[in-house]
């Protein structure tokens, strides 16, 4: 199991969605997706020549069983894949799309369904404080591990550390457990303002 916030530090978002990753990155805002042999490198080199682009970098790749993982670097606009117009682009016709990010003092995992939102799971808490029309198929993997509605967390999420609860969560909602070989290689990617 792969630790984001050792792989990227405090600031990112990972997106993993049931569909190829051209059209992910095109539902994100992507308007030229193209191959990026060395994505991270470039995100990373973004980030230290300014990082106030108006348009961020958005890097994808397939991973198992249809799904897909998208990644970005650049928040100071807002994260892509925590919007909420994005999200539900990605879950729209019986899809599942589910979006993690960190900044200093937040880890959320957003998830949607069928093109809605929802649930908010706060990572750090191990709680979902919010419950705009969860279901049993969707946010049922994420109680029996442990993550709370009202109490503190038990289980699996007491046990874990709040970036080890995020990898948990996306793997409940999408059976999809990232590793660290995930984020190596060649990806496609583009620009997007879909942040903002």
């Known amino acids: 199991m792969v630790d984001l916030s050792e792989l990227f530090g405090e600031g990112w978002c990972v997106t993993l969605a049931h569909l190829a990753p051209a059209l992910a990155l095109e539902r994100m805002g992507v308007r030229d997706v193209a191959d990026v042999a060395d994505g991270l490198q470039l995100a990373t080199e973004r980030l230290e020549a300014d990082g106030t682009q108006p348009d961020v970098l958005l890097l994808g790749r ?13 928040g100071t606009q807002g994260w892509a894949g925590m ?6 682009a990605l879950s ?5 799309a589910v979006s993690a990010f ?34 049993e198929e969707t946010v ?18 007491a046990a874990a550390g709040a970036a080890d609860r995020v990898v948990l969560a996306l793997h409940a909602v999408t059976g999809v457990e990232l590793q660290e070989e995930d984020f190596d290689g060649p990806w496609l990617g583009g620009l997007s303002a879909a942040g903002g």
Do not use: K
Request: hydrophobic share 40%.
């Open 140 to 157: 049922g993997g994420l109680l029996s591990l442990g993550f709370s509605r009202d109490d503190e967390p038990t289980g699996q999420v």
């Open 83 to 88: 919007d909420r117009a994005v999200l539900a």
């Open 92 to 96: 729209a016709g019986g899809r599942v």
């Open 102 to 135: 960190e900044d200093p003092n937040q880890l959320m995992v957003h998830v949607a369904a069928d093109g809605q939102v929802v649930c908010e799971l706060d990572a750090i808490t191990g709680r979902l404080p919010y419950e705009v029309g969860d279901t």
């Open 62 to 74: 397939e991973l198992r069983d249809g799904w897909s993982l998208v990644v970005e670097l650049e």
